[in-house]
């Protein structure tokens, strides 16, 4: 079982600590220009951007890819 996890990187991790390390590192303007979605770019906020995230299966791909293509956030 822990080498069926150890292949996915993200396990462990929760939608919001994603989307919170991507904040904080690329902040909401850049992070909406890297992903184009409402929910970046109007009144941003991480509890409305996870409400859609959750519901949006094709959004929230692209965040955890932009995730898994930015190591420095991985610990």
Known sequence: MNERHSNNP??????????????????????GKRIKIRCFNYDPSVKSSLKFLRKTPWARKKVEDLFLATPELHD
């Open 10 to 31: 993200l396990h462990g991790m929760t939608l919001e600590k994603i989307l919170s390390r991507l904040v904080g590192h690329y902040g909401w303007e850049e992070l």
